[in-house]
């Protein structure tokens, strides 16, 4: 085989897979920084605003305790703020449901419901 059948054979061949390439799914996030979403959350005494990282399928979300609830300044009680979740990656803001907390580690688990 010669140089001018070796092109004629590429290009016959990206002819024909071109439209399959130019269509094929994109491959999933890889980039950490794909995986970090805004927090806010709203309490009566105001609001707060950090940072979190999804894990799993993307619907948990990992932030500080501190940023989802409230304590009070008298007595022992806490209150669970309003939490609002913002994805730079996906484009998308959602409401953040509290699936468990930890005061002593300073951590806390959301649902988020992304419309994927």
């Given at each position: 085989?010669n140089?001018?059948?070796?092109?004629?054979?590429v290009?016959?061949?990206?002819?024909?897979?071109?439209?399959?390439l130019l269509y094929?799914?994109q491959?999933p996030?890889?980039?950490?920084?794909?995986s970090l979403?805004v927090v806010?959350s709203s309490?009566?005494?105001?609001?707060?605003?950090g940072?979190?990282?999804v894990?799993?399928d993307?619907?948990?979300?990992?932030?500080a305790?501190?940023?989802?609830?409230?304590e009070?300044?008298?007595?022992e009680h806490?209150?669970?703020?309003?939490?609002?979740?913002?994805?730079p990656?996906l484009?998308?803001?959602c409401?953040?449901?509290?699936?468990a907390?930890d005061?002593e580690?300073?951590?806390?688990v959301?649902?988020a419901?992304?419309?994927l």
């Amino acid at each position: 085989m010669n140089i001018l059948e070796a092109g004629c054979v590429v290009l016959v061949f990206l002819a024909i897979c071109s439209p399959a390439l130019l269509y094929a799914p994109q491959a999933p996030a890889t980039r950490p920084e794909d995986s970090l979403v805004v927090v806010t959350s709203s309490t009566p005494m105001g609001k707060r605003a950090g940072n979190a990282f999804v894990i799993g399928d993307g619907t948990l979300v990992v932030t500080a305790w501190h940023l989802v609830f409230e304590e009070s300044e008298q007595g022992e009680h806490q209150m669970p703020g309003l939490v609002s979740l913002v994805s730079p990656y996906l484009g998308q803001a959602c409401y953040g449901e509290i699936l468990a907390a930890d005061e002593e580690l300073d951590l806390a688990v959301l649902k988020a419901a992304w419309q994927l």
